[in-house]
Nanobody, 115 residues
Framework: QVQLVESGGGLVQPGGSLRLSCAAS????????MSWYRQAPGKGRELVAR????????NYLDSVKGRFTISRDNAKNTVYLQMNGLKPEDTAVYYC????????WGQGTQVTVSS
């Protein structure tokens, strides 16, 4: 069955870094655009970063540009989100999403930025 499993979240101090991973199975990963979304408490889910099937193009939420980098390894069926210079306002549950003929979501991983 289709699975997207996020990992790498945790508690980090402001200015710190985390690398999120999303391991995919059960579908043809290389055919799907991949995205990272986040949802902070009491807020809606927002698109953080998106990467095309081949990784040739990426897009970012304005507030994370220059700090976050999305990448993918189609041989490992995994998409990553490198997050540097983390701020308290980055605190949220982070989800990965696969989009093509269907849409699949992971279960989310908590990122907390606090001193």
């Amino acid at each position: 069955q289709v699975q997207l499993v996020e990992s790498g979240g945790g508690l980090v101090q402001p200015g710190g870094s985390l690398r999120l991973s999303c391991a995919a199975s059960g579908f043809t990963f290389s055919s799907y655009a991949m995205s990272w979304y986040r949802q902070a408490p009491g807020k809606g889910r927002e698109l953080v970063a998106r990467i095309t099937r081949t990784g040739s193009s990426t897009n970012y939420l304005d507030s994370v540009k220059g700090r976050f980098t999305i990448s993918r390894d189609n041989a490992k069926n995994t998409v990553y989100l490198q997050m540097n210079g983390l701020k308290p306002e980055d605190t949220a549950v982070y989800y990965c999403k696969a989009t093509y003929l269907s849409e699949y979501w992971g279960q989310g991983t908590q990122v907390t930025v606090s001193s």
